[in-house]
């Protein structure tokens, strides 16, 4: 799935808000594993974002995966990924709000892909330019 609602949560210990519709796919596959791993996408992976951005059955066929501490799917070349384990998971309307403690985690260079205001977006980093 491509999450639109995560927020860092916590520092010590490590952990941050997922939000999923209930009747998903990736909220049955996240309950029954108890963990999950966010992706963190570069400005240039859009094509992936939209891939799992839509309902229906979300596979991975065709990607370079890989996984860490808990064995969810890492996708190969993201800007950053961090990988957890699921502490709580909570109502929210017709969603529920997974809250995860980050095992592993990595970070590279570059921009993010980022969506704002229902599209995708940059950010100027060096306003004065």
């Not at 963990?35 to 974002?49: M, Y």
């Amino acid at each position: 799935m491509t999450a639109n609602a995560v927020t860092s949560l916590s520092l010590d210990p490590p952990l941050v808000l997922l939000a999923v519709v209930r009747d998903s796919q990736s909220h049955r596959q996240f309950s029954e594993e108890n963990c999950f791993a966010l992706n963190i996408l570069a400005a240039d992976q859009q094509q992936l974002s939209d891939r799992f951005a839509y309902a229906g059955p979300k596979d991975f066929s065709g990607l370079e995966v890989t996984s860490a501490t808990t064995g969810a799917p890492i996708l190969k070349g993201v800007l950053g990924w961090v990988d957890c384990r699921i502490k709580e998971i909570l109502p929210g309307g017709d969603h529920d709000i997974f809250i995860g403690e980050i095992v592993a985690g990595e970070s590279g260079e570059g921009e993010p892909l980022l969506f704002f205001g229902g599209k995708y977006a940059s950010i100027n980093l060096n306003p004065s330019e």
